[in-house]
């Protein structure tokens, strides 16, 4: 869409970075990207994982699990609806 709409070509000159003789682009170039773009827009089926932890409420602390079940549901053509629930265990049970 970038390069469609010529901003590539602008930025390029604008910022004297020589992108377009520097490297010459395939025809199929960002394909993958695009396909994978245009199925995350189209998906319409869901997929609803709750995810159960004793540290929920710290922004990152399962950063890479979001991001493993996004990737994965995306791989599978499904959209992810994602429920963070906080465990509440008492220490007496340790």
Not at 14 to 20: E, G, S
Not at 31 to 43: I, M, T
Not at 72 to 94: D, E, G, K, W, Y
């Amino acid at each position: 869409m970038l390069e469609e709409q010529g901003l590539i070509q602008f930025f390029s000159e604008r910022l004297q970075l020589n992108i377009a003789q520097a490297v010459p682009r395939p025809k199929k170039f960002m394909w993958k990207w695009r396909d994978l773009a245009d199925r995350h827009d189209n998906v319409r089926k869901v997929v609803e994982i709750a995810l159960v932890g004793k540290y929920t409420q710290l922004e990152d602390a399962y950063a890479s699990v979001t991001k493993a079940l996004q990737h994965s549901a995306l791989f599978v053509n499904r959209r992810l609806i994602l429920s963070v629930l906080t465990l509440q265990m008492s220490p007496s049970r340790f």
